[in-house]
Nanobody, 114 residues
């Protein structure tokens, strides 16, 4: 099984920045993609950003130009640099590993105050 540990969440003022990290360990096979999802209270979990093994990235429209996903394959770590944060970015952010099976991290809280 793959374990994912997120870090970097916290409380930040609107307009501020945070960088989330997700370190993967365990039986890692054939990674197709890693990504970040978020779930706000009363909302469905949604894709924020993902990066494929080939380096292609995808972002939800609401974060384009503000968030950047990157990965370090040697460290088995994926990052999410979040700039110009808005209160609507407040959510629990989850790391996802996509291979032959998918795994989720436990999530890290991001709170953006207005």
């Amino acid at each position: 099984q793959v374990q994912l540990v997120e870090s970097g969440g916290g409380l930040v003022q609107a307009g501020g920045s945070l960088r989330l990290s997700c370190a993967a360990s365990g039986n890692i096979f054939s990674i197709n993609a890693m990504g970040w999802y978020r779930q706000a209270p009363g909302k469905q979990r949604e894709l924020v950003a993902r990066i494929t093994s080939g380096g292609r990235t995808n972002y939800t429209d609401s974060v384009k130009g503000r968030f950047t996903i990157s990965s370090d394959n040697g460290k088995m770590t994926v990052y999410l640099q979040m700039n110009s944060l808005k209160p609507e970015d407040t959510a629990v952010y989850f790391c996802r590993y996509s291979g032959t099976r998918s795994y989720w991290g436990q999530g890290t809280q991001v709170t953006v105050s207005s």
